[in-house]
């Protein structure tokens, strides 16, 4: 077993234009969920909007839970969302039978709810359509009209890459990973294995799109790639009658994609197959492993298309970035292209560089 597979991504549009922090206050990230469904405001299940500021999605649905008097069970929601900041995303909590405690009595400074409502069926991990963001970046040293130039180069488009934060502390969960494959039968959680050997398949996905990147054929087709609709999950591979690839890919409108390793179709052929066997080729033992494990192969975008870029310097060595993202992608992905990120420790109230990106947009 490989004992590690590179964290470290080359930039798309060049090295960055300068240096920032974030996470200085939790206020400097904001995170708005952008749901995929509306409660149809009838149903056993009440969904909750929940603003929370400092805390994290798993320790906030036991509070609803111990709230409601139910299993934690009972209570879902579509995605993690990051500690250090304000959030705002659904929750949804299970009363078959019963009406609605006064959610409005919860007393907690780390949390309030927002709006509640009834919907026929439970919050399923995933269901949202993606994320606004509105990051401020405090002690920005670069130049306002660079940021501006690199900012209207990403609203064609960032690299779909995964974040470190799926990678663990110093990459632990690859570490996890390669033990729990080493020993596949060891007694593991269904949630640890889940993540561990999610890790995998996003390590091996960040290779290909690096090589692409140095190619500098990440955002454009590549011949045998198969590619993903905007907007969409759908996955298809071009036929002969297809002639308008390249157009539509430079619309924006189709993306190629990366693989998420594991056993079946890898839907590439050609230039795009022979890339990703060569970049893979040192990780086979891992990639045996997912299959072992009944992980299925399916594919990523390698570019995703944020939505509403923008960005002004409103105070001295500040900037506000806003934006949104789909399910999946990571927002310090596209920090990533413009900036050294430095995170504020506030832990140990001092400013540390990040080596990738952080937090992804579930």
């Not at 077993?1 to 939790?26: F, K």
């Not at 905007?230 to 036929?239: H, I, L, M, R």
Request: charged share 25%; with cysteine.
């Amino acid at each position: 077993m490989n004992e590690s597979i590179p964290l470290i991504l080359p930039r798309a549009c060049g090295g960055a234009v300068g240096s920032g922090t974030i996470r200085t206050l939790p206020e400097d990230f904001q995170v708005t969920e952008i749901p995929l469904v509306t409660p149809d405001g009838d149903g056993e299940h009440c969904w909750l909007r929940i603003l929370k500021r400092n805390t994290n999605t798993a320790w906030v649905a036991k509070q609803l839970a111990d709230f409601a008097g139910v299993s934690q069970k009972n209570v879902s929601y579509a995605g993690m969302k990051d500690r250090y900041a304000v959030t705002e995303q659904w929750f949804s909590v299970q009363l078959p039978g019963r009406a609605d405690p006064d959610w409005q009595a919860i007393d907690n400074e780390d949390f309030q709810v927002l709006e509640a409502r009834r919907h026929s069926r439970k919050l399923k991990t995933g269901a949202l359509r993606g994320n606004r963001f509105r990051i401020r970046v405090r002690d920005v040293d670069a130049d306002a009209g660079a940021i501006e130039t690199r900012l209207a180069q990403l609203r064609q488009g960032i690299p779909n890459s995964f974040g470190a934060q799926r990678f663990g502390h110093e990459g632990d969960n690859l570490v996890q990973a390669a033990r729990l494959l080493a020993r596949p039968k060891a007694r593991v959680s269904r949630n640890k294995r889940s993540i561990w050997l999610s890790s995998v398949r996003s390590a091996l996905f960040n290779q290909v799109l690096a090589a692409r990147i140095e190619a500098g054929n990440w955002n454009r087709p590549m011949q045998g790639d198969a590619f993903q609709l905007e907007g969409k999950s759908a996955v298809f591979t071009p036929d002969d009658t297809d002639t308008d690839i390249e157009a539509r890919c430079c619309a924006g409108e189709i993306h190629p994609t990366g693989p998420l390793c594991g056993s079946g179709d890898v839907m590439v052929s050609g230039e795009a197959a022979m890339l990703e066997h060569k970049v893979l080729s040192p990780y086979r033992d891992w990639i045996v492993g997912l299959d072992a494990f009944r992980m299925k192969h399916a594919r990523r975008a390698l570019r995703v298309m944020p939505g509403e870029l923008s960005g002004v310097q409103d105070a001295e060595q500040q900037w506000l970035l806003s934006f949104s993202l789909p399910a999946g992608s990571y927002a310090t992905s596209l920090l990533y292209e413009v900036f050294e990120v430095k995170a504020y420790n506030a832990r140990e109230g001092a400013v540390g560089h990040e080596v990738k990106t952080a937090d992804e947009s579930v």
